[in-house]
Every structure is written in structure tokens, then in C-alpha cells.
């Protein structure tokens, strides 16, 4: 069995501290089993770890995405990145061709896909196996876990059953819906309802409905003759280099609705999606996190500070307030899952972002009359970490080394950096740093665009790059 977790969306549900490259999943606003701060991908990636399966595990995401990943799964972290950002069956596709023919995973393999983001308990990670033994023993073209609901929910998806509950060796028990059968392997499922009223979804669920939780199971072969017969590459590089023109669909609709036979396993543990933030904060033990107060006055809100201002509540109960560098959220909680639709119109650049190394955040933006562009940023680099051999061809840059020590590298010769030093990169120069303690850097950008494409990495390792400075030294003399 290998897993594919999906990582995407630009997390605009959790704005301000979600982003186009920091999207929910990447927030730290959770707790380890420790008390020290986690995010929702980490969570995941911790119980997967806990139930054997991490060496199984893969992580579809976009490009955007990749730094951050690495920076907090570890560089060990199986990626297949994709081109540009589509749907969900351009990913699941791209997937099953590089576990195909960069893995040389059997066609006859389960493959499970699942969300990054599933707010569960260590169990649901062990039910995961019980989606190969229903693909087996049904036939079925996919296997999917179904949540057994436990209120009427209008904000999820319902698999509806279907006239039997078959057991692991396929033979039909009683009706799906009756207490009789929850307790088999597996059940058929006749039809999919999305966000159904109240009343609706009490019937449903009378009748044996379970809540789609996105995570489904299907036989490598299944989604390979699917490509096959789409006249679309098997081959992972082909894939990739066809990417963009893929149909920008979802799997659901590309694949699951035209499913001849699906097969759904019921778990009946804990399960919550969090992503709107009237959600997250339920599993958010702490009222205030960052600098502020809230008063004895204020009832039921909760306070995310990643600003160096403080916030204070007076009096307002129920609400959530968010402060990040890309904006301030001041909402109703019930409310808050309406702000995706309140910045549909909104177009502005991360102001944060994590990396490999570490992280950085936009201090300031300014365009001046001639047309020069200037940025400043507050760049951490962890120590122990590095930034890549690069260059840029459309800016100049001025470093001033807050705090820390480490070696940097500028067209191959190497020096030491502490704590007041200031160096200049002009565009064009080949340089990087390696941080021996964490190294804060201001850094000031001056040209006429200033965009992070702006970049040509030339090595990522650091002995690698010591060995191309030693290169470059030799080749000077």
C-alpha cells in the first residue's frame, strides 16, 4: 500500500496567516504531544510515523509548496511536485505516474489518497488498511472511508449506501442502513449528496450515511487505464512536461462519478475538517496566542498574533482575530467561513513565507517614480542551514546581519558574517550563506521587478557548493 497526501490550495479560508505558498495545513497553531507548536501537516505526517506507514507515504504538491515542506517534514520527505497548479485528477494522475515510472510500483498496489489536513486521532491511520481489503474482496473500482456522523452536519459531503453490507468475502449481509450491518468490512455506496439541509442529512443518516472524508483507495492498474484510455502519458516526464494542458478537473468528477463500483469502510472515531476558522479555533486550547489581551469582559474569542503589536479585545465575545503581515482579520465566527468569498478580488504577494532554511517576512514595498522597486525583508536562516549557490539577473541586494554567525560565499570566495557586518550582492553575483547559530539578516532588494522567480539556484547542498567555489577559485588563477 503506498499514500498520497494532497497538498494544495492557496488557504485563503485562513486568511491573513494562510497565503498562496502558506496555506492552512503549514499554520502552527496546534499542539504536540509535547506542547510545542504544530502544524496540521505535521500532525499528520507525526501519526503516520507513529503507525508504521511514513516510509509509504508520498506528498503531491505544487511547486509553491516545496520549501516549505522540506522545512517542516525534513528533507527525507518523499515530493512529486507538480508543474502548476490544476486540480485534483491532473495531481492524482501525476502521482500514479511517478509511482508507476519512477518507483516501479506494481500495477496490482493499493494506492490510498487522502488530505494533508484531517484533524483525527492515531487510529484512523491504522483503519487506512482496511480500504486495500475492500478493494479485494468487492472488486470495486474504489474504496473510500466514510466518517460515521455524529450530528447532522450541513457543511459536509454524504456517501449514501447502497442495498447491501458485504462482508470480506464479499457476501451480502443486511440492508447498509441497519444496525446490523454497520459492523461489516465494507458497504456499497449508490451516490454521493454535498452540504444537504438538516433535515435532509437526519434522513440520510438514518438511513445508514456516512460523511466523505476525501480519502479513497483504487488499484494502480484502475487510474493507469484510465490515462491509457485518455490517451494521456504513463510516463512520469511526459506527464510532466504535459502538464499544463491537462483538463483542470477534479478527481471526484473526472473519476469517482463515472466509478462503476465503489465500496466505502465505515470509521467511527473522531474526525474534523479545520478549515474555516470557526473550526480550528475549537481545537486551539489557548484564547491568546502572540502579544495581546483579551478582557475578563470578551467571552468565546480567540486571538492569533504573528505581528510584533500587540491587540487588545474589550467586550467583543465570539470572534476571531487574526494579524499576520499579509493583513488583519477581524470576524464573527460563524461568519468566518465567508472571508475566501470577501478576497475573491484581492491580489497581493505573501508577505511571509517559510522555507527549507528557515523563514522571512516583507518589512516594507515601495515603488518610486523612476520606476525603481524597493523591497526589505527580515530573513531567519536557521542554523545548520544554508541557502542555495544562486544568483538574480533584475536585482541588487544589501545584506546587514542582525544576529548570528555564518560563512557566506560570494562568486566563489568564502568569508565569515556576524552580527553587524553589511554586505552588497550586485544581480549577477553568485552567492549564499550558511548559518553556523540562527542568523537574522535584513535585506534590502533594489531594481525595476522584484519577483521571487528571480532566481537561478546552481547548487543546494552545501559541500557541493564549497566544492564548486573551490572550482571556480581555481579557475580564477
Not at 552545501?462 to 577559485?473: D, F, S
Request: proline letters at 4%.
Amino acid at each position: 500500500m503506498k499514500i498520497v497526501l494532497l497538498s494544495g490550495g492557496s488557504g485563503k479560508r485562513l486568511w491573513p496567516l494562510s497565503n498562496d505558498s502558506r496555506s492552512k495545513q503549514f499554520l502552527k497553531v496546534l499542539k504536540d504531544p509535547s506542547g510545542r507548536p504544530e502544524s496540521m501537516i505535521q500532525r499528520v505526517w507525526r501519526q503516520l510515523g507513529d503507525a508504521g506507514l511514513q516510509d509509504h507515504a508520498y506528498v503531491a504538491t505544487g511547486k509553491s509548496q516545496v520549501e516549505i515542506l522540506y522545512g517542516q517534514l525534513g528533507s527525507d520527505v518523499r515530493l512529486i511536485a507538480e508543474p502548476s497548479r490544476r486540480d485534483t485528477f491532473p495531481a492524482i494522475a501525476l502521482a500514479a505516474t511517478h509511482l508507476y515510472a519512477m518507483e516501479g510500483v506494481s500495477l496490482s498496489e493499493t494506492i490510498v489518497v487522502m488530505p494533508v489536513d484531517p484533524y483525527v486521532d492515531g487510529r484512523f491511520f491504522a483503519e487506512l488498511a482496511k480500504l486495500e481489503r475492500a478493494l479485494d474482496a468487492s472488486g470495486a473500482d474504489l474504496a473510500l472511508v466514510g466518517v460515521q456522523p455524529t450530528y447532522p452536519s450541513e457543511k459536509y459531503g454524504y456517501i449514501l449506501p447502497g442495498s447491501s453490507a458485504a462482508g470480506e468475502d464479499g457476501s451480502v449481509g443486511t440492508a447498509a442502513g441497519a444496525h446490523e450491518g454497520e459492523d461489516k468490512p465494507f458497504m456499497t455506496v449508490r451516490g454521493f449528496r454535498e452540504k444537504p439541509a438538516k433535515a435532509e442529512a437526519e434522513a440520510m443518516i438514518s438511513s445508514g450515511a456516512l460523511w466523505n472524508c476525501g480519502v479513497f483507495a483504487f488499484k494502480l492498474d484502475f487510474l493507469i487505464n484510465i490515462l491509457i484510455a485518455h490517451e494521456l502519458p504513463i510516463q512520469h516526464e511526459e506527464m510532466a512536461r504535459r502538464y499544463d494542458s491537462l483538463p483542470q478537473i477534479s478527481f471526484d468528477y473526472e473519476v469517482v462519478e463515472k466509478a462503476n463500483r465503489i465500496a466505502a469502510v465505515r470509521y467511527k472515531g473522531d474526525w474534523k475538517d479545520l478549515g474555516t476558522w470557526n473550526t480550528l479555533t475549537e481545537e486551539i486550547a489557548e484564547p491568546l496566542t502572540g502579544k495581546g489581551t483579551i478582557s475578563s469582559q470578551t467571552r468565546g474569542a480567540h486571538v492569533i498574533n504573528e505581528l510584533d503589536v500587540p491587540i487588545a479585545v474589550l467586550g467583543l465575545s465570539d470572534v476571531i482575530v487574526a494579524a499576520s503581515p499579509d493583513g488583519i482579520l477581524v470576524a464573527d465566527k460563524a461568519l468566518s467561513p465567508m472571508v475566501k468569498d470577501l478576497l475573491k478580488s484581492a491580489d497581493q504577494r505573501p508577505m511571509y513565507e517559510e522555507r527549507r532554511w528557515g523563514r522571512y517576512r516583507v518589512l516594507d514595498y515601495a515603488v518610486y517614480p523612476d520606476g525603481r522597486e524597493v523591497l526589505t525583508k527580515r530573513i531567519t536562516i536557521a542554523g545548520g542551514r544554508n541557502l542555495s549557490y544562486q544568483y538574480h539577473s533584475l536585482r541588487d541586494e544589501v545584506w546587514t546581519v542582525m544576529a548570528g554567525s555564518g560563512t557566506f560565499v560570494l562568486n566563489g570566495r568564502i568569508s565569515s558574517l556576524a552580527a553587524g557586518d553589511v554586505v552588497r550582492i550586485p544581480k549577477e553575483s553568485m552567492h549564499s550563506v550558511r548559518a553556523e547559530q540562527d542568523l537574522e539578516i535584513i535585506e534590502v532588494q533594489t531594481g525595476t521587478l522584484l519577483i521571487e522567480e528571480d532566481i537561478v539556484r546552481l547548487e543546494m547542498v552545501w559541500g557541493e557548493i564549497m566544492e564548486l567555489c573551490e572550482t571556480q577559485q581555481e579557475g580564477s588563477i
